[in-house]
T-cell receptor, first 111, second 113 residues
Framework: DAEITQSPRHKITETGRQVTLACHQT?????MFWYRQDLGHGLRLIHY???????NKGEVSDGYSVSRSNTEDLPLTLESAASSQTSVYFC??????????FGNGTRLTVT | AQSVTQPDIHITVSEGASLELRCNYS??????LFWYVQSPGQGLQLLLK??????LVQGIKGFEAEFKRSQSSFNLRKPSVHWSDAAEYFC???????????FGTGTSLTVIP
């Protein structure tokens, strides 16, 4: 079955370090998204991509970057981790007129 | 501004009772509409979706939702709640063009025996 795999499931890092969260999908979807989930805020869009070499900023993109070199992967990089970036991160993918399919999330703690 | 509103942050119901979770959206056109459920420590699972046609849609786990254009609403219902339905529920919309999903802030459901 097709799926989205996120790694790691849990990550603890220190303030100022660069961190990369991996996302790999086997749906062959063009569209991929990164969300963060925080209490009281629901899911907020960080970055998204509509295809290879395409990336776009979402509503909370400051301090994050993504790259799309192939269809399957959209890694999310925190350039210099901050405590405010402690959160649960979800990767998702979709195609036109299809639902979003989610990974199981990465819990990131920045100390 | 475009938005999705779930006015109930937290709902508690007794097992076997009926359930209705509210969702309202604010967009210029009719979007595609979705309900997702999230169990603790898990990703989001699709319950049901509305694209067009019959405004009452059936989903998994005995859930249904009704699209009301006049009220810009897409409320989720279940006739008889089970303890396993305790979870966080999210309403989401996506516009007909483009593919950017917008989520409500979620409703947390507690089921008491």
């Amino acid at each position: 079955d097709a799926e989205i795999t996120q790694s790691p499931r849990h990550k603890i890092t220190e303030t100022g370090r660069q961190v990369t969260l991996a996302c790999h999908q086997t749906w062959n979807h063009n569209n991929m998204f990164w969300y963060r989930q925080d209490l009281g805020h629901g899911l907020r869009l960080i970055h998204y991509s509509y295809g290879v070499q395409d990336t776009n900023k979402g509503e909370v993109s400051d301090g994050y970057s993504v790259s799309r070199s192939n269809t399957e992967d959209l890694p999310l990089t925190l350039e210099s981790a901050a405590s405010s970036q402690t959160s649960v991160y979800f990767c998702a993918s979709s195609d036109r007129e299809s639902p979003l399919h989610f990974g199981n999330g990465t819990r990131l703690t920045v100390t | 501004a475009q938005s999705v509103t779930q006015p109930d942050i937290h709902i508690t119901v007794s097992e076997g009772a009926s359930l209705e979770l509210r969702c309202n959206y604010s967009y210029g056109a009719t979007p595609y509409l979705f309900w997702y459920v999230q169990s603790p420590g898990q990703g989001l699972q699709l319950l049901l979706k509305y694209f067009s046609g019959d405004t009452l849609v059936q989903g998994i786990k005995g859930f249904e939702a009704e699209f009301k254009r006049s009220q810009s609403s897409f409320n989720l219902r279940k006739p008889s709640v089970h303890w396993s339905d305790a979870a966080e529920y999210f309403c989401a919309v996506v516009l007909n063009t483009g593919n950017q999903f917008y989520f409500g802030t979620g409703t947390s459901l507690t089921v008491i025996p």
